[in-house]
């Protein structure tokens, strides 16, 4: 080990002795570490002069002297500047709802269609509050916002409480109010919006849930990643690849140093180092990414420097200048990880490579075994910490590292080009061009994202160990670290030390080049030049194009596919030549998008139709990011204002964008490709513009359809509650194959004369696993299942598509999403964890309710806030048809004074096929 291996260790026992001392404490020992360093010396000098300067001894004092002026740097740093303390905050938490203004500090993936952030509040100064906000407006660190509810104490009893007692957080929220103040500018500000900016470039390129992986990649917006999608990474032992760390820089550096290759070696280090500081400041400079730079960058300019012996020493001098700078990172669980993989990369990644390669191996076999390599090196050196912090430990996370390291470097760069397209779509590209400048990244982080959710797949992928496993299973490791060195050690002692690379460097093997590799040897040459390489990556990917093209390519059946998102509604009806009409978005924006990125092809990101039931929180919320994102031909509505963020946003997004909307009634009819849709539900006069109450006033104004195709029948019910079936069955209800169950299979919903004259051969309930509105009644899954009906939950059974076409009806089904789909516990007992717990990826994580959703939670009511006056500054009033009795095809025209900002009056539609007055829409609809 180098001098600067053995003075950290020194920095480390240093940091942990002044750890929580006073200043007469450090100098105590200050004064200890200079005893000891003096007797060291003395040591020295004595052993010099028996003349035994070589021996054993003489080593094991020099370590000794090392250690103990490592111990004297931090303990001398402590002394010189004393440890600043952290701001006080009340000794009791300030009692009202606020408003609170406050700064975001950071935010975590949005749950359950509520944003998660940490706030520190101004008044009183220095608070942090761990906050679950609504989901509009959207929020970003580094905003100013005045929130609104009543602050409480985090839970003592949990590990949830643990863990934000040990991050600083003295209070959590559950805001019912969140508004953004007017920017300040400022650099950071100026930074954040740069890279909210290549995130939307990103996203506009790329479908989800793969654009937010690409996002935490390329960016470091850990928020962006899908959270279903970040739990599966955890449990494969993958979150490193997420993570922005020494890797991530590395891949960047190496990047540009192998670009400038003939530039001098000098000037090539100094670019090398000024990429890693810009690339820091694009990805936010947090202490994390800081410290994880210093890694990569002594260990970059070793190697560029010639100097790859010295990486050893480099890595020592950078964890000794970080500790004496701040001994608090010593608890850093986050420096720990960094500090061990790059330690561990250093010592075992090229050795382990060799090993696995064999001698003289083929390209393939040399780039897998870099690619396990350098991923078991970090793995193992980290695995003590990991297991002792976090009491998991995940049994297939070799195997799946095998298979998503090495797709990272060349998904990195695709994932640049593709953020470049998304940039020149924003700057007025059509957004297909975009899409297919974005599909080798979307096919790159579709084979990662594939390989995570399988290994996550495995039983037993992940198992938590209970004490004391945790301390057994760390302890083990560490013994096993230690034999493989010195093992290793042994074994190369004789031999040339080879050159240390940093992960993410292309593998050098030395093997003797076959004849078809000579050049001059006709066709095998010329596939081994480089625009042979060129051609065949070209040929590979055209190749996968077609394919892809092949798989989304509409099969001519139509279909109804009841999207998991939660608790809401989300339906997306396709026709057999590949129009699309979607009823409600759920509650979640991103999920939404998961969804629907998931099912329909990249390039053709297209809304023919969008129809809103109500103007329910859990059916609006999704649908104003999907605006952003699809090409929407047009909306209808009942005509009733909600009084959601979400519904708020949906209106000044349809505001400003110009996309038609209107209202439908019963009697209107609308086709989409084979299918034929009539409105049940609501009648003509029968929607007031403001809701009387926040639940059964908004959820019976929900439009109803009845569609037919092929000779089957659906039943759309949206949210009507029992007092609108008799309307129903008035209007003649035939039987069905398939119901969508109304308001979630809620008790006071389908009723029993409902269910005996449609008798659906399949219902299917959308519903949140968990939530706690008790939502599907067992009642109503009796009723339907007594009529003899298959149901399926999509809380249960997940993405539930029905296919329609000619002859049987056909169902399938996704299967209920999960955060941690695969795990064991080792032993009885609890392990308190250090990162907050997990909770099932379709569990109700949010709130115990909100006002806006559709229905009130089983413990009690919710206040509703009464229908605020409309402003006509800010929110138009929605298109609305006075009823006049001619017939559905009439024109929609506003019935109040014209708003400052008005709408595009629907016009009469030609009537559909069959000669019929409606609608008709198809994949000819405006795309864009």
Known sequence: MPGSGWIVIGTVLGAILVRDRSVGGIVVVALGAGSGLLAGAASIQWVRRSGRSRGRAAAVVRWLILVVLGVLLVAGRSIAIPRSEAPAVAAELPAGRGPWPATVITISPPRAGQQLAVIELTDPAGLRVASTLPGFPIIVPGDRVTVSGALRAPPSDDPYGAYLARIGITATIRASGLSVLPEEGSLARSLEALRRGADQALRRAIPEPQAGLASGILIGLRDRVDRDLSAAFTTVGATHVVAISGWNIAIVATTLAAVAGRVARRRRVALTALAIVAYVAFVGPSPSVVRAAAMAGVVMGARELGRPSRAAAAIGWAGTGLLVLDPSLVDDVGFQLSALATVGLIAWATPFTERLAGKAPGRLRAWLAESLGVSLAAQLATLPIVVLTFGRLSLVSPVVNLGVVPLVAPAMGAGVVAMGGGLLAMAGLPAIAASLIGLPAWLLFSLMVGVVRAGAGVPFASVQLADPWPVVVAAAAAMAMIAATIRLNAESSDARPAEVKP????????????????????????????AGRLAAACLAGSVAGLAVAVVHQPDGTPRVVVLDVGQGDAILVEGGHGGRLLIDGGPDPGRLLVALDEHLPPWDRRIDVMILSHPHED????????????????????????????????????????????????????????????????????????????GTGINNVSIVLLGEVDGHRVLLAGDVEEQIDPHLLAEGLPTVDLLKVAHHGSRTSSTEALVAAVRPSFAVISAGRGNP????????????????????????????????????????????????????????????????????????????????????????????????????????????????????????????????????????????????????????????
């Open 503 to 530: 992960p993410g460097a292309p593998a050098t093997h030395s093997t003797r080049p076959s004849p078809g590799r000579q050049r001059g040897n006709g066709p095998v040459s010329w596939w081994r030049s480089r």
């Open 619 to 694: 059916h609006a919320a999704g649908l104003a990011a999907l605006i952003d994102r699809y090409a929407v031909g047009q909306v209808y509505e009942p005509g009733m204002f909600g009084p959601g963020p979400g519904y708020q946003a949906l209106n000044a997004e349809l505001t400003r964008l110009g996309i038609r909307r209107g209202t439908l009634a019963t009697g209107d009819r609308l086709r989409i490709d084979e299918f034929a849709f009539r409105v049940m539900w609501p009648d003509p006069g029968s929607v007031p513009e403001r809701p009387t109450d926040g």
């Open 773 to 928: 509105y008790g939502h599907p009644a067992p009642a109503t899954v009796a009723r339907l299942t007594a009529a003899g009906a298959r149901v399926l939950r999509t809380d249960e059974d997940g993405t539930v598509t029905v296919d329609l076409g000619i002859g049987r009806v056909r169902v399938r089904s996704t299967g209920a999403r999960t955060a941690v789909s695969s795990g064991a516990v080792l032993a009885s007992a609890p392990v308190p964890s250090s990162a907050p717990p997990a909770t099932g990826a379709g569990a109700w994580a949010g709130p115990a309710a909100s006002p806006f959703f559709c229905a009130l939670p089983l413990s009690g009511p919710v206040a509703v806030p009464p229908p605020a006056s409309p402003s006509p500054a800010s929110e138009p009033a929605i298109a609305t048809r006075p009823w006049t009795g001619v017939g559905p095809a009439l024109r929609y025209d506003a019935v109040d004074a014209p708003p400052p900002i008005p709408l595009r009056p629907l016009a009469a539609l030609p009537a559909a096929a069959g000669g019929e007055p409606g609608r008709r829409f198809g994949s000819s609809a405006r795309r864009r």
